[in-house]
């Protein structure tokens, strides 16, 4: 039998190859994309200007994801949401959306685990099953506008998973989100946080798209970097950094540095000081995330006041700098965590 592809996954133009293929006129699918895309479609049932029997015949031909949601919990503190999500193989995925005054955000997993090993990250524990198709990071953003009936303006691939290491999937959905045939969300309000491969960051760059590449450094030196990242141990954090100032260079978009502190570990006057060398002159932003703390590690956060200080101390040099605010802290919002606790039960 043959393995049915994947409609959702289709790009426009490769869906009307398709159409061709199958002996159906080219307009057919845009109403098949626009159902897919604009209309956001659960099922082919909803496709109500499509006839039953060419209904019937891509049914045979092409599998529809649709994401079951299995749970949503809604937190009590800032109405952040985290949805549980079944994928067709059963395997779960997790993601958050955001209220904030600029617009609403999603926050999408890009695999199924991760096998990026960071120590602090609670999505990497069981390592990583696959990654996700193009359709599957898709519909985690459509079943999320259906269900709360509200725009998505801003995406973030925050979620489970190391985003580089999915180029391919990442990179057309990344072209399909941002297709004015379907969502149409602009480049600038897609946000790719990675935790530092260098050879698809450079790809990535190559590209020119107008996304935000956000850098998960936590450590500011090598040696403490790779303690809490082992994959610092393949690629310095002086190549990793070029990388940044590559991707600066090549598509003018000022780079987000993400770095979780961790009490004691990384949030000292010493680790601000070889910080700020770091990144010395390099267009950036700074986001400072208190760790969450997960079980299964002896990881703390930082005291309020030391957040204060290493804030302070990049201040000083100019250099951009927010403490992320803490969404869903009641509602297991750090990546990973829902999935774990629900995932092992089942
Ligand atoms: N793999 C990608 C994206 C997923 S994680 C990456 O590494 O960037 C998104 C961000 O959350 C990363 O900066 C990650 O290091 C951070 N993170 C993961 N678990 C965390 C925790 N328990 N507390 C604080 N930040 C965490």
Not at 191 to 199: A, D, F, K, P
Request: charged fraction near 30%.
């Amino acid at each position: 039998m043959d393995i049915k592809k994947d409609i959702k996954s289709l790009s426009l133009s490769e869906l009307k190859a398709e159409m061709e293929l199958i002996g159906e006129k080219a307009f057919r699918a845009k109403q098949l994309y626009e159902w897919m895309h604009v209309k956001l479609a659960r099922d082919y049932d909803e496709m109500t200007n499509i006839s039953n029997n060419l209904k019937q015949k891509i049914k045979d031909k092409y599998e529809y994801t649709s994401l079951k949601k299995l749970m949503v919990q809604t937190s009590k503190i800032d109405g952040t949401k985290k949805y549980l999500f079944e994928l067709s193989d059963g395997n779960l995925v997790e993601s958050v959306w955001m209220k904030y005054h600029h617009g609403n955000s999603v926050c999408i997993s890009s695999q199924v685990g991760c096998r990026m090993g960071c120590r602090f990250c609670a999505s990497t524990l069981d390592g990583l099953e696959r990654g996700l198709l193009p359709s599957e990071m898709l519909d985690q953003i459509y079943a999320i506008s259906r269900d709360t009936g509200e725009r998505v303006s801003n995406v973030v691939v925050m979620g489970t998973g190391e985003p580089l290491d999915n180029y391919d999937n990442l990179l057309k959905f990344i072209y399909m989100l941002t297709d004015e045939n379907g969502l149409n969300i602009s480049q600038r309000n897609i946000t790719v946080s990675t935790c530092g491969i260098v050879e698809n960051m450079k790809r990535l760059a190559d590209e020119q798209l107008q996304i935000t590449l956000a850098l998960s450094l936590h450590g500011s030196t090598q040696e403490k970097r790779q303690e809490l990242m082992p994959i610092a141990r393949k690629y310095s954090i002086n190549e990793v950094v070029d990388a940044c100032r590559y991707y600066f260079e090549k598509t003018g978009r000022r780079i987000t540095f993400e770095y979780s502190l961790v009490g004691g570990i990384n949030d000292t006057d010493e680790d601000a000081d070889n910080l700020c060398q770091l990144i010395g002159g390099l267009n950036c932003h700074i986001n400072l995330i208190p760790v969450n703390p997960i079980k299964e590690r002896e990881y703390v956060e930082s005291e309020k006041k030391d957040i204060q200080n290493f804030k302070n101390k990049l201040e000083k040099k100019h250099i951009n700098v927010t403490i992320r605010r803490e969404m869903g802290r009641d509602i297991d919002g750090a990546c990973g965590q829902l999935r774990r606790r629900i995932g092992g039960q089942k």
